[in-house]
């Protein structure tokens, strides 16, 4: 059986794993390139599957895909293993003004902007820049700009999300805390102590890494690898459940499809004859190109 970490980067590896992530390790027969929403796996053929800090890139209208690509993908009674931020730590943190809270999590993530206070910091969390969604105008005209955050979750809404989607024995962990071996294991440079230490300039400059983002390149500098697993325990939600039954994508009752939200709204423009000329042109150069 596979266990396999989704959206692992390809500077993660764990003996006994495979990897999934639209970057491949070269030269490695278990690192995977795919997407989450189309894993190219057989049915049943995965005992884990961990994602690490990917719900929050991702548009809250697919999360519903992926939960059901990770239902057919896992045996039964397989566990799936979550984490990402904690809405609700974190807006307690916001309402309450906690300054200790906020500078603690500067330090686990030194990208936190604190140039509009606790407002910024809160805001940060949910919505981001990055590189995994580009924004353009409704006309199409214009870029606006690329994000990474798109979304949060509490324990709550992920619970609901995860019970629609076939799975069962939902449950909040703390930080390492798993009954599976492997996931007692925190995330740590590769030849270094198995012990969690915010990744920070102050922690690269004092073990003689390197990691920084070369805005001339366009890229990341990085010289070291990192394996493990849980991240970032005071920000983070951890999130363990196991597959209960396998669910028909076919005739699956999306949230999205609820009278009980707005979701279908996301998709009006499609309506917009002039939109869709230009969003079919884009589609089919974008095609074009990646043949």
Not at 51 to 77: G, Q, Y
């Amino acid at each position: 059986m596979i266990k396999l970490n989704v959206g692992a980067s390809p500077i993660w590896s764990q003996d006994g794993w495979h990897t999934l992530d639209h970057k491949e390790r070269k030269e490695s027969k278990t690192s995977v390139k795919g997407d989450a929403a189309n894993i190219p796996l057989d049915d049943d053929s995965c005992s884990t599957v961990f994602t690490s800090h990917m719900f929050e890139h991702i548009p809250h209208v697919k999360l519903e895909e992926i939960l059901l690509e990770f239902n057919r993908v896992l045996a039964k009674d397989g566990v799936v293993r979550i984490l990402t931020p904690d809405l609700k730590k974190v807006a307690k943190a916001y309402i309450e003004e906690d300054d200790d809270f906020f500078t603690e999590a500067k330090l686990e993530d030194e990208s936190l902007r604190t140039d509009l206070g606790f407002g910024g910091m809160f805001m940060n969390f949910i919505v981001s820049p990055g590189q995994d969604t580009a924004l353009y105008d409704r006309g199409l005209n214009q870029f606006i700009a690329g994000y990474a955050h798109l979304y949060s979750y509490d324990f709550n809404m992920l619970r609901i999300l995860l019970e629609r989607t076939g799975f069962y024995c939902v449950e909040q962990k703390d930080f390492c805390d798993s009954e599976l071996k492997d996931y007692q294991e925190p995330l740590h440079v590769e030849g270094m102590s198995k012990k969690w230490e915010n990744f920070n300039q102050d922690f690269y400059k004092k073990n003689n890494l390197v990691h920084y983002y070369d805005s001339v390149k366009g890229e990341y500098n990085i010289n070291f690898k990192v394996t493990g697993f849980d991240r970032d325990p005071l920000t983070s939600l951890i999130i363990e459940a196991r597959k209960k039954e396998t669910i028909d994508k076919k005739t699956y009752q999306s949230l999205n499809d609820s009278p009980l939200n707005y979701n279908k709204y996301a998709w009006s423009l499609l309506k917009d004859k002039d939109f869709l000329e230009k969003h079919n042109k884009m589609m089919s150069a974008g095609n074009s190109n990646g043949k």
